[in-house]
């Protein structure tokens, strides 16, 4: 679990990380050079899970050599597949990260929301749904190993 207080917004406990797959932390189905050390270490402190559409078909490569649970789900309301997933997983213990547009209700939900602005850019939708949005994903992932960055943000 990782506890944060955040002034103004009070104390969060996290227990999740989901994680969309590609334009997120994935470019063309390839991990972003040093994603997968920062997921390594937040392994220790949250159930980190993937979801993705597949659409590189570098899912189950991927789990294998990440040893993270890569959720794929189906072509076609993908936006609602991540809700779901992220409803199991309870949206008030779950921090999520993602670009599309079909990230948003997953973000909306979350109690903890990240837009990634990466090479692949992202959704408006996204951004303007988000807590918070960075410019790649090792720095999302960098607020979550350094929580007073995260606070500097997002307090009140």
Do not use: W
Request: proline residues 2%.
């Amino acid at each position: 679990m990782l506890e944060v207080t955040i002034p103004g917004r009070g104390v969060y406990r996290f227990e999740h990380l989901v994680l969309d797959l590609n334009g997120t932390i994935a470019v063309d189905g390839e991990i972003v050079e040093g994603v997968e050390e920062r997921l390594l270490r937040l392994g220790d402190v949250l159930d980190v899970a993937i979801v993705t559409a597949d659409t590189h078909g570098s899912a189950d490569r991927l789990e294998d050599s990440l040893g993270i649970r890569i959720y794929c789900i189906s072509e076609g309301g993908e936006d609602l597949q991540k809700l779901a997933l992220l409803r199991r997983l309870g949206p008030e213990k779950t921090v999520s990260i993602g670009n599309g547009s079909n990230d948003v209700p997953m973000l909306r939900d979350s109690a903890l929301s990240i837009c990634v602005v990466g090479g692949e850019g992202a959704a408006v939708e996204a951004l303007m749904t988000s807590h918070l949005a960075v410019s790649d994903i090792n720095a999302a992932l960098d607020l979550l190993l350094n929580v007073d960055r995260l606070v500097a943000t997002l307090r009140k």
